[in-house]
């Protein structure tokens, strides 16, 4: 598990301070190539704040982040820009699409910051998700689902190492929620490293190892079994406590 | 073009085109900006050209004067002179007599001179009616007009006052004529003094009434045939008011010249009243320049505003563009695009504008058309994109700062 070649990811000992609250407290969480993590947790956990901290918006107030071989943590806001522009894939809470620019152009915006805006790529993406016919339509035309499965597009246009999606399904009803897993499921087959926030069970039942926040500290991981990522029913389970218990308040 | 540069105009244009009512506001601050800027500056460059182009043809810088105790000239030197000076120096030239007469029964002086001469040396006199279009017309100046209670259309009656036997007060040259400052007092006392008697009776009609705020304005100004058949006299000048092209010290060479090659005339140069007006002209001109400063603060004002406003709403999307790998940069670089464009299609219609209320202006208040000025197009339209961008440059601080974190989180 602490293999350092296979590991992408490697939060040590990281906190999140604001003021008295501790965000994050002393969090230890290895994630390998390829993995498909899932993070679970009340409101106000700290999840948002963790995926923060992975996606390189943020920085720890302790502790040591390792993605891709480098030490982010200590990494200046240009340096994370260039990072976040290069491993990472993002998708948030929210559908966070630039109003005025069209489905397809919010795609190419992606493209534009990491390389080389490819109109033929970038509709490729968005036929994968299904939107092929909606390209030339803005943000306020589309149904929320279709927004959401927009930022899947712009999040893997760039085939990115890892995505991170913080309640990518929150707001979708069943059939979209269906469309955007399939993709995660495309995704990881393909190797992509996969971290979803989620307070459904059956979406963190998708993933590989189910990992729970509570105040800041991961107090339970579950692994599940890998044949989970193909079914319906939440797959048999494999719970480890991770000491959280004793700690928690 | 390169499929990033493509995109990036793509982003700003779309960003301006599909969010009309914020943009439209800021656009329409460049506008108004430009267009009071591209009229002032149209106007100052304009009108005053205009107006210091007729002030330097107009008025007489030389006066002919009869030498010695003579009480007038030969009407063939102001000919001689003229041909002397040649076509490319002569401005203008015009010799008049200047003889005593009565209008209704009232002394005034009559001034005898070829007309349309006159009409081109002071072309920028203010005449009520029109000048005289050939014999039998006279122009008379304003307060003649009052003094005989005469209109423009009315006839009036001139009769000479009769000579004494000196002969140098009746007929006494009034002064320098139009430019003397005590030529109307001289004349006045001349012809009060002079015996009430008359000779020869013409009458004639008023074409104009002349005002020009100076000695002209109790002159009877008509035509030379006129005042022959008055004064039953062959004609001859008093005086003879020359505008050459030449200044300063080229002119008092010119006049020493002529006073040697004419022994019966004495040249010498005055001072226009143009240059006292192009002075006026200099302090109206410094008033736009101050103006146009004071515009051009509002606009920076005006869009810094509306930009500030635009970078608060974006606050998201700039959370989100960051999130997305823009770094200051790019942010920065967008931003300021928005401001040059937005100052582009603002100072284009501004300056458009700006020319037609130009011309508006300048028909109401000069009476006179302006040209257009590319110079002045194009520096509008480059103001506007400079004045619109500075205006961006802090809002865009603040867009620089914005925490993609902090914004992603949630409403
Ligand atoms: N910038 C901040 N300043 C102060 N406190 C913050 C800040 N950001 C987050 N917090 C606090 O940190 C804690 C963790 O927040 P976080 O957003 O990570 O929770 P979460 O697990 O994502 O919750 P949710 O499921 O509601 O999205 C919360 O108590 C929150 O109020
Ligand atoms: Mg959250």
């Known amino acids: 598990m602490t293999n350092t070649t296979s590991d992408l990811l490697r939060l040590t000992d990281v906190s999140k301070i604001y003021g008295d609250l501790h965000a994050l407290d002393h969090v230890d969480l290895t994630v390998r190539r390829g993995e498909w993590v899932s993070i679970v947790g009340p409101s106000g956990s700290g999840k948002t704040t963790m995926m923060n901290i992975i996606g390189c918006m943020d920085q720890p107030t302790e502790g040591t982040v390792m993605l891709d071989g480098r030490d982010i943590s200590k990494f200046s806001g240009f340096d994370l820009t260039q990072v976040r522009r290069e491993t990472i894939g993002l998708i948030f809470q929210q559908f966070h699409l630039i109003p005025h620019l069209t489905a397809l152009e919010n795609v190419m915006v992606a493209q534009y910051y990491h ?38 597009a712009r999040a893997l246009i760039n085939s990115p190492k890892i995505v991170l999606a913080d309640e990518p399904t929150g707001n979708l009803d069943e059939k979209n ?73 | ?110 001034a005898g001179a070829d007309l349309d001469a ?134 008092q060479q010119l006049a020493d010249r002529i006073d040697a090659d004419h022994p019966e005339v004495s040249a010498d140069p005055v001072a226009r009243l143009a240059q006292s007006d192009a002075d006026v002209l200099g302090m109206l001109r410094s008033l736009m320049v101050i103006i146009s400063v004071i515009v051009l603060a509002l606009i920076m004002i005006g869009v810094s505003t509306t930009m500030m406003a635009i970078v608060t709403e974006r606050r998201n999307e700039i959370g989100l563009r960051k999130a997305l790998g823009a770094d200051d940069r790019s942010i920065i670089v967008e931003f300021l695009g928005e401001g040059v464009v937005l100052g582009l299609i603002g100072g284009v219609i501004g300056a458009i504008a700006g020319f037609g209320l130009a011309q508006v202006i300048s028909l109401n208040v000069f009476h006179r058309t302006v040209e257009a000025h590319a110079l002045i197009l194009i520096g509008t339209v480059v103001a506007a994109i400079g004045v619109s961008t500075l205006a961006s440059l802090i809002p865009v601080r603040r867009a620089v700062d914005i925490d993609p974190a902090l914004v992603l989180r949630g409403e």
């Open chain 2, 1 to 110: 073009m390169n499929p990033k540069r493509r995109l990036f105009i793509r982003m700003v244009m779309s960003s301006i085109l599909r969010r009309h009512s914020r943009v439209i506001v800021a656009m329409l601050a460049v506008a108004v900006g430009a267009t009071t800027l591209s009229a002032l500056a149209t106007i100052s460059v304009d009108v005053p050209r205009q107006m210091a182009r007729e002030m330097r043809s107009a008025g007489a810088n030389m006066l002919l004067t009869p030498a010695g105790d003579a009480t007038g000239f030969d009407v063939s030197v102001v000919e001689e002179i003229a041909d002397e000076v040649g076509p490319d120096g002569l401005v203008g030239a015009v010799g008049i007599d200047y003889e005593s007469v009565l209008v209704n029964d009232l002394p005034y002086v009559a």
């Open chain 1, 177 to 249: 929620e269906r469309i955007v897993l399939d993709i995660f499921g495309q995704l990881h087959a393909e190797g992509t490293t996969l971290i979803v926030v989620t307070h459904d069970a059956w979406v963190a039942s998708k993933g590989q190892r189910e990992v729970r926040l509570d105040h800041g500290r991961i107090v339970e991981t579950t692994v599940h079994d890998d044949a989970g990522a193909g079914g319906d029913e939440p797959a048999q389970s494999n719970v480890v406590m991770t000491g959280g218990t004793d700690q928690g308040e």
């Open chain 1, 115 to 152: 390389s080389m805006p490819d109109e033929t790529e970038a509709l490729a993406a968005l036929d994968r998700v299904g939107l092929a016919e909606r390209a030339t339509h803005l943000p306020s035309q589309l149904s929320g689902g279709e927004q959401q499965r927009v930022c899947v």
């Open chain 2, 118 to 251: 006159a009409h081109r040396l002071n072309p920028y006199w203010y005449v009520e009616g029109d000048w005289p279009a050939g014999t039998g017309q006279v122009l008379i100046g304003q307060d003649v007009a009052q003094a005989v209670d005469a209109h423009v259309g009315d006839s009036v009656t001139l009769s000479m006052l009769a000579k004494d036997d000196s002969g140098d007060s009746g007929s006494q040259t009034p002064g320098t004529g139009a430019t003397g400052e005590n030529g109307k007092e001289i004349s006045n006392q001349d012809v009060s003094q002079a015996e009430a008697a008359t000779s020869a009776e013409t009458a004639v009609t008023v074409s104009g009434i002349l005002e020009t705020g100076g000695n002209e304005d109790g002159f009877v100004y008509l035509s030379m045939e006129d005042m022959t058949e008055l004064t039953g006299e062959p004609p001859v000048f008093t005086v003879a008011e020359f505008s050459i092209s030449v200044e300063g010290d080229a002119l």
